[in-house]
């Protein structure tokens, strides 16, 4: 919501909409904080789907990575970062800190991010890391011009029908390999090259041994668009410090503002809050917000 406007429904002018916004944000808990405080771990599901977002930032010739996380079952954000660089350092410090917050990793969702799997290793060494199965096709579509030109479609559908479709246990995606390599690529050394290599990527198949774990980052793409349409209206921040401090209420805004699209397995989440999943039980959700200080926050509610 534009300053001018926020500020017309409180007589105040933009500027001291500015400063009021300000105080409010500054007196949010950090969201990492929230976690640590109130969630119980116990309540998390263990399946992580995690991704960056780059942020335009001032100051920084490109823009910078903001990562952060969804707990796959309760669709509730742990812990969110700004950083500088998007590398195995970056993903090194995002992993120490859910150790330290208490949250135990089975298994993270991503996608094929140069150090993640490196870096998740460091930290929780029995982790399993599942490859986003949908970036890795489109960019075998786009390798090899599916869209457009008809040469390889059947190879990539096949490929995509009796491996990542039909390939639901190791017996079953060896034999999809084997079919599609004598029916498809027994010609071409492209063709067989990305068969090997999805043979040597057992990463891509993780999820059959995590019941309810997803083969794809979906989820933390809704949220991602959302993100977007926010961001595109702010165009960028003015310091690192401003960035940090918006993307933390963001996290919180997002965990407390209760879901409403969620469907199939997770129409139950709608109407709750995904904080409401895995605070400790100790109150009703509404005296535990007032608990965390959030529902005194009466511009951030209002500018969502």
């Not at 970036?135 to 869209?147: D, S, T």
């Not at 995590?210 to 961001?231: D, K, M, Q, W």
């Not at 109407?271 to 605070?279: A, N, R, V, Y």
């Not at 109150?283 to 005194?296: C, M, R, S, V």
Request: one cysteine or more; hydrophobic letters at 35%.
């Amino acid at each position: 919501m534009p300053f001018r406007k926020l500020g017309d429904e409180n007589q105040l002018s933009p500027a001291q909409t500015y400063a009021r916004v300000i105080v409010e944000l500054n007196q949010l808990p950090k969201n990492d904080w929230l976690t640590q405080k109130f969630c119980d771990p116990k309540r998390f599901c263990g399946i992580l789907i995690i991704d960056g977002k780059y942020v335009a930032v001032k100051g920084f010739n490109q823009k910078i990575p903001f990562i952060y996380c969804i707990d796959y079952l309760s669709h509730d954000i742990p812990y969110g970062d700004l950083f500088t660089v998007e590398d195995e350092a970056a993903f090194s410090q995002f992993f120490q800190k859910l150790y330290d917050l208490g949250y135990d990793i089975r298994i993270v969702v991503a996608d094929d991010r140069a150090g993640i799997k490196q870096a998740l290793h460091k930290v929780f060494p029995y982790a399993k890391l599942q490859l986003c199965q949908n970036h890795f096709l489109e960019n075998i579509r786009q390798a090899l011009k599916v869209r457009t030109v008809i040469t390889y479609q059947d190879f990539f559908n096949s490929l995509r029908q009796r491996v990542f479709l039909e390939g639901t246990d190791e017996e079953k995606i060896a034999a999809g390999l084997k079919y599609v390599m004598e029916k498809h690529a027994h010609h071409s050394h492209t063709l067989q090259d990305i068969l090997f290599e999805i043979r040597d990527r057992m990463d891509l198949f993780s999820y059959l041994r995590f019941p309810n774990c997803p083969n794809n980052t979906n989820l933390i793409e809704l949220y991602n668009s959302h993100l977007n349409g926010r961001l595109k209206t702010i165009k960028g921040f003015q310091d690192f410090q401003s960035a940090k401090r918006w993307l933390n209420a963001y996290l919180i805004r997002r965990r407390t503002k209760p879901l409403t699209d969620c469907e199939g397995k997770f129409k139950h989440l709608n109407k709750h809050s995904s904080l409401e999943f895995t605070i400790k039980k100790q109150a009703a959700w509404p005296e535990q917000l007032t608990n965390l200080g959030i529902n005194k926050i009466k511009f951030f509610q209002k500018s969502d």
